[in-house]
């Protein structure tokens, strides 16, 4: 929808990632060096690892070849898919065309119903910033201003991840070019005295959202998000689980524990 193309440019997409990789956002190759929700290879020139494992790259990525296709539109779907992909197995990208027919058709009619969530051009910078790494694993200590890291790698793994306040230090840094360095941990962020508390009902998207988690209390909080309006939250969330959106409307258990919400100025 930002890029101005037809639904049929989403159906062709969201049915070659659920083929590839059923929508996964892969950061370890799984075949070669194949990468990311198209597994693009950055051997045969998609871009750098870091850069096809992001959604939002690797989506433009595939909808910039997707239109340069003569008649993409209107020739089969696993004709345009394959046309990008050069598959092994066109013919595979069929069986997903129906699903991705209706997601995009339910995804598009919610986006019609609902009203922009408000929000200033930083609140939404910091919440762009944070949900350009969605389906990155929660490591815990990982992650700065610099971006993710292994901290002390919960699982063995290896793998960069951010844990919830690492996530939010980069956001809030990134969006504000530097000029906003936040305390790494949730607690130190939540009495940063640089900035206003924030109830629930006036809560705007970018805001910081605060719970007291596993390890803290409400005046020490353990747990930060980002808010991302319609009672919904973006964070990294416990050992084992991956970046993502939570929901924290009324009704909720996120809803009945939260604190306070933080609003970044500069």
């Known amino acids: 929808m930002q890029l101005k193309l037809p639904a049929r440019a989403a159906v062709i997409a969201i049915a070659t990632s659920m083929q590839e990789d059923r929508l996964r956002n892969s950061?370890?190759?799984?075949?070669?060096?194949?990468?990311?929700?198209?597994?693009?290879?950055?051997?045969?020139?998609?871009?750098?690892?870091?850069?096809?494992?992001?959604?939002?790259?690797?989506?433009?990525?595939?909808?910039g070849r997707l239109v340069k296709i003569p008649n993409w539109q209107t020739m089969?779907?696993?004709?345009?898919?394959?046309?990008?992909?050069?598959?092994?197995?066109?013919?595979?990208?069929?069986?997903?065309?129906?699903?991705?027919?209706?997601?995009?058709?339910?995804l598009r009619q919610k986006a019609a119903s609902c009203s922009p969530a408000s929000g200033s051009e930083l609140g939404k910078a910091i919440l762009a910033q944070a949900t350009k790494w969605i389906g990155l694993p929660y490591q815990y200590g990982g992650?700065?201003?610099?971006?993710?890291?292994?901290?002390?790698?919960?699982?063995?793994?290896?793998?960069?991840?951010?844990?919830?306040?690492?996530?939010?230090?980069?956001?809030?840094?990134k969006a504000t070019?530097?000029?906003?360095?936040?305390?790494?941990?949730?607690?130190l962020q939540f009495q940063d005295r640089r900035f206003k508390h924030i109830p629930y009902?006036?809560?705007?998207?970018?805001?910081l959202v605060f719970w007291p988690?596993?390890?803290?209390?409400?005046a020490a909080p353990g747990h930060v998000g980002i808010y991302a309006g319609s009672g919904r939250f973006f964070n990294a969330p416990s050992t084992g689980?991956?970046?993502?959106?939570?929901?924290?409307?009324?009704?909720?258990?996120?809803?009945?524990?939260?604190?306070?919400?933080?609003?970044?100025?500069?």
């Open 27 to 63: 950061t370890k190759p799984s075949n070669r060096d194949s990468l990311g929700l198209f597994q693009q290879r950055p051997s045969q020139g998609w871009g750098t690892p870091e850069q096809v494992t992001d959604p939002t790259y690797a989506s433009k990525a595939f909808y």
């Open 76 to 106: 089969p779907l696993t004709q345009a898919a394959q046309a990008v992909q050069k598959s092994g197995h066109p013919d595979a990208y069929a069986q997903w065309e129906q699903v991705a027919t209706r997601l995009v058709t339910a």
């Open 143 to 173: 992650g700065d201003q610099r971006g993710p890291s292994a901290g002390q790698n919960s699982l063995g793994t290896g793998e960069r991840g951010f844990d919830c306040s690492g996530l939010t230090v980069y956001a809030v840094y």
């Open 177 to 187: 070019g530097g000029k906003v360095l936040l305390p790494r941990t949730s607690q």
């Open 201 to 207: 009902n006036q809560l705007q998207v970018g805001d």
């Open 213 to 218: 988690g596993s390890n803290g209390t409400a």
């Open 241 to 266: 689980s991956k970046l993502r959106f939570d929901s924290m409307a009324p009704g909720t258990n996120r809803y009945r524990t939260f604190i306070a919400g933080v609003r970044i100025t500069t």
